[in-house]
């Protein structure tokens, strides 16, 4: 009786953790650092997901995203921004740019290839 008791506590306690996990856990949020008053820059690592994968950038001047890809997973071979019409193969344990300027304000998803990996782009 003791052993279902702890049993079952203990796969609710897990089941909880999962949830706060994959739903209330901190995305982490990096604004783009501006070079020369021209261009908004950021490093993203791609390595079971995006670090970081909440990027703040400011309308009106151009980014240069650089993707550094450290994992050979097919699903995170090509990165995907479809609201900018960008889809870019990202070749492994190397770093890959993308230039586009943002016009409008708003939060737009990147993906990869797959649609299983996803970050958020927010131009203020």
Same mark, same amino acid.
């Given at each position: 009786?003791?052993?279902?008791?702890?049993?079952?506590?203990?796969?609710?306690?897990?089941?909880?953790?999962?949830?706060?996990?994959?739903?209330?856990?901190?995305?982490?949020?990096?604004?783009?650092?501006? $070079? =020369? *008053?021209?261009?908004?820059? /950021?490093? #993203? !690592?791609? $390595? =079971? *997901?995006?670090?970081?994968? /909440?990027? #703040? !950038?400011? $309308?009106?001047?151009?980014?240069?995203?650089?993707?550094?890809?450290?994992?050979?997973?097919?699903?995170?071979?090509?990165?995907?921004?479809?609201?900018?019409?960008?889809?870019?193969?990202?070749?492994?344990?190397?770093?890959?740019?993308?230039?586009?300027?943002?016009?409008?304000?708003?939060?737009?998803?990147?993906?990869?290839?797959?649609?299983?990996?996803?970050?958020?782009?927010?131009?203020?």
């Amino acid at each position: 009786m003791l052993t279902k008791v702890i049993v079952t506590v203990s796969g609710v306690l897990l089941i909880a953790f999962v949830n706060l996990y994959f739903f209330y856990s901190r995305r982490k949020e990096t604004a783009a650092s501006l $070079k =020369e *008053g021209e261009l908004q820059e /950021v490093k #993203v !690592v791609v $390595k =079971e *997901g995006y670090d970081p994968d /909440v990027i #703040v !950038v400011k $309308k009106g001047i151009p980014v240069r995203l650089n993707f550094y890809r450290d994992e050979t997973d097919d699903c995170s071979d090509t990165i995907v921004i479809g609201d900018f019409n960008i889809r870019k193969p990202l070749p492994a344990f190397r770093t890959t740019s993308i230039e586009f300027l943002p016009e409008k304000e708003g939060e737009y998803v990147f993906t990869c290839g797959m649609g299983m990996l996803r970050g958020k782009l927010i131009v203020r």
